[in-house]
C-alpha cells in the first residue's frame, strides 16, 4: 500500500510560479511509474506529466510542455512538479498518483487526495 500527500498549492495570479510536492509513505515509490493529474470544476480528470521510474524519462501533455516540469527522489519518496509561467486555465485540483504507467487515469493505482491550484488573470 502506498499513501500520496500532495502540498504546494495556491492562488496566484498569471505568469507566476508555483512547485507542487508529493510524498509518500508505506512502500517505495522506486517501484512506480509517478505523474501529475489535475482536474477542473466541471471536467475530466486530465494528465499532466509523468516520469519513469528512475526518473530518467518524462512525458508531459502538450498543455504544459515547455512550462512544467515533472521529477523525483526516491531516495526521499518524493515527487515534485515546478510550474512556471502560470495561465487561468491551469487552474485546477492536482493530484499525484503512482502506478504502472501511461497517460490515462487508469493506470495508476494509488492517488492523493490533490491540492488546489488557481491561477488569477
Known amino acids: 500500500q502506498v499513501q500520496l500527500v500532495e502540498s504546494g498549492g495556491g492562488l496566484v495570479q498569471a505568469g507566476d510560479s508555483l512547485r507542487l510536492s508529493c510524498t509518500a509513505s508505506?512502500?517505495?515509490?522506486?517501484?512506480?511509474?509517478m505523474a501529475w493529474f489535475r482536474q477542473a470544476p466541471g471536467k475530466e480528470r486530465e494528465f499532466v506529466a509523468r516520469?519513469?521510474?528512475?526518473?530518467?524519462?518524462?512525458v508531459y501533455a502538450d498543455s504544459v510542455k515547455g512550462r512544467f516540469t515533472i521529477s523525483r527522489d526516491n531516495t526521499k519518496n518524493t515527487m515534485s512538479l515546478q510550474m512556471n509561467s502560470l495561465k487561468p486555465e491551469d487552474t485546477a485540483l492536482y493530484y499525484c498518483a503512482a502506478g504502472a504507467g501511461g497517460q490515462s487515469a487508469l493506470g495508476y493505482r494509488y492517488w492523493g487526495q490533490g491540492t488546489q491550484v488557481t491561477v488569477s488573470s
Open positions: 516520469v519513469t521510474n528512475n526518473g530518467g524519462y518524462t
Open positions: 508505506g512502500r517505495t515509490l522506486s517501484n512506480y511509474v
